[in-house]
């Protein structure tokens, strides 16, 4: 493998960017639409610290699934990156909606100073937003955008701009001679990232290869879920030239029918770039990319977050955290794909 690319992160690109590549928007005044909301919650939170001034502040952080590669990252960044006089309380949802929000119920119970939320449902969780509003404690959401309710701002990688940097790489990687291929998207009906992953990517493929033929488009869970589904894929087009998956789970599942049904000659690009991704990528093989994020940023940007918070600063309403393409050769970003 070459060398590869010196990682330059960018910790928060700006709200205009992030806007612009979510498919999901809020109704006026919901979630952090509204400066004055989002300025109110932060007084609140600078008025609560000065009252406890000299004492230690605490974070509670109720993450979707602690057993998951990504999340124990997002985990390291708010541990690595905690000031001085700060401590965190942890809680694994483990994929329940209801024990997630019995942990906020807890945490507001023993009133900490701010939450870090990543919700295991983003309907679900406006309940939790709205009883950290009733006891004053601002919540800073991260990976998963809430559909409503109050929050001080939303912290997440990219997942657009992501879909549209897997269709570039891909057009000028894979199909440089082919102005009409044959693709497979596997998503999760779910996850509002998986819809704006497929979305940037159906977008942008479309306007780089108008004539670009879309086979199917199939939604799943866990790894074995994919492989049946691409097996069926498989057998049902001769032609198929790639497998966009939504994350990892997409994507080794496909790899998985692809080594068993002996068909090398389709390729996959993944959205997450784990580390048995990056395994399967280095083998030169049908995994050819997947799209990195960079989830100890995120947790760094969520702890950043909530120290301005609760110094009374107003945030943006989004704050997105850049996201790269993994590839045998190196990380691309969006600036080495521009055309």
Not at 29 to 48: M, P, R, V
Request: aromatic fraction near 6%.
């Amino acid at each position: 493998m070459k060398k590869m690319w010196v990682l330059t992160l960018t910790a928060a690109m700006t709200a205009g960017m992030m806007l612009a590549g979510c498919g999901e928007g809020k109704s006026e005044g919901s979630g952090s639409s509204s400066g004055t909301e989002a300025g109110s919650q932060a007084a609140q939170a600078a008025e609560s610290a000065a009252g406890d001034e000299g004492g230690e502040k605490v974070i509670g952080v109720s993450i979707m699934n602690l057993q998951a590669e990504f999340f124990q990252d997002l985990r390291a960044g708010i541990e690595e990156n905690l000031p001085e006089g700060y401590s965190v309380d942890f809680n694994d949802a483990n994929n329940d909606l209801n024990k997630q929000l019995s942990a906020v119920e807890n945490f507001c119970a023993n009133k900490v100073d701010a939450i870090i939320l990543n919700a295991v449902d983003a309907e679900g969780i406006v309940t939790a937003l709205d009883t950290a509003e009733e006891a004053g404690i601002p919540v800073i959401c991260v990976d998963m955008k809430p559909t409503s309710g109050s929050y001080v701002t939303y912290i997440g990688s990219d997942n657009y701009l992501g879909g549209e940097l897997a269709a570039e790489w891909a057009v000028q990687n894979l199909f440089a001679d082919n102005d009409s291929p044959s693709i497979a998207l596997l998503t999760n009906s779910n996850s509002s990232a998986a819809t704006l992953r497929i979305s940037g990517f159906k977008d942008k493929i479309t306007e780089l290869l108008p004539d670009v033929e879309i086979v199917a488009e199939e939604t799943g869970n866990t790894r074995e879920e994919f492989m049946t589904t691409a097996e069926n894929i498989l057998t049902a087009h001769s032609d198929l030239d790639l497998f966009f998956a939504y994350s990892e789970s997409g994507g080794l599942g496909a790899y998985d029918a692809i080594e068993s049904a002996g068909r090398e000659e389709v390729s996959i690009i993944g959205f997450d770039a784990s580390a048995e991704e990056q395994t399967a990528i280095g083998e030169n093989g049908c995994y050819k990319a997947s799209i990195i994020q960079f989830p100890q940023e995120l947790g760094k940007t969520c702890v950043e977050a909530v120290e301005s918070t609760l110094s009374g600063e107003t945030l943006e309403n989004e704050i997105g955290v850049e996201v790269g393409v993994y590839t045998a050769d190196g990380i691309v970003y969006a600036s080495d794909l521009e055309q």
